[in-house]
């Protein structure tokens, strides 16, 4: 079946504490990008991947970190985690960038404390 | 600064009717409008536009893209309870990135 897996699926977690989201997809697709989702703001877009070993600053970058050492993974990576991360993540990969429906992960709630 | 605007925010009708959902746009080097529904979980592709006045139909949903005003209308004919959901727009620019509107929540009572 075609998907994108996010883990893990909830998180609490206290300020600082370095953390990882994973992010997997099983469509070999060039595009992948995470994206946060706050109530009144929709989803933002923090980084983007190209494709492997290419990536690139959405609109909220400040504080996370990505990479893209294969083509099926783009793991979100918070180094020092603040209350204002917390939030609703989503992971989505489209075959090539532009001009393509992206495929969705079911999402990761984080809460920094 | 690109932006995605959506309107109405929220939007309660009744089985059967006929809802509109508008998204307008401000954004640099456009290449693509989509739409998508949000239910409990991850969003979901509805309709992906590029040109201008061409329009993009699935069973009771429909969708145009008007490239000269900037905006796209979502259409949703006869609804039903399971049409309830966020409706998100999103523009993609020539930089890969994609900005997402806030959405419309649409509840469709029985």
């Known amino acids: 079946e075609a998907q994108v897996t996010q883990n893990p699926r909830y998180l609490i977690t206290v300020t600082g504490k370095k953390l990882t989201v994973t992010c997997s997809q099983n469509m070999n697709h060039e595009y992948m990008s995470w994206y946060r989702q706050d109530p009144g703001l929709g989803l933002r877009q923090i980084y983007y991947?190209?494709?492997?070993?290419?990536?690139d600053k959405g609109d909220v970058p400040e504080g996370y970190k990505v990479s893209r050492k294969e083509k099926r993974n783009f793991p979100l990576i918070l180094e020092s985690p603040s209350p204002n991360q917390t939030s609703l993540y989503f992971c989505?990969?489209?075959?090539?960038?532009?001009?393509?429906?992206?495929?969705f992960g079911d999402g990761t709630r984080l809460s920094i404390l | 600064e690109d932006k995605v605007v959506q309107s109405p925010l929220s939007l309660v009708v009744h089985e059967g009717d006929t809802v509109t959902l508008n998204c307008s746009y401000e954004v640099t080097n456009f290449r693509s409008l989509l739409w998508y529904k949000q239910e409990k979980k991850a969003p979901t592709f509805l309709f992906m536009l590029?040109?201008?006045?061409i329009e993009k139909k699935s069973g009771r949903l429909s969708s145009i893209l008007d490239k000269k005003e900037l905006f796209s209308i979502l259409n949703i004919t006869a609804t039903q309870t399971g049409d309830s959901a966020v409706y998100l727009c999103a523009v993609a620019s020539g930089t890969y990135k994609y900005i997402f509107g806030t959405g419309t929540r649409l509840k469709v009572l029985a």
């Open positions: 989505a990969s489209s075959y090539r960038g532009i001009n393509q429906p992206q495929h």
């Open positions: 590029t040109s201008s006045g």
């Open positions: 991947s190209m494709n492997v070993e290419v990536t």
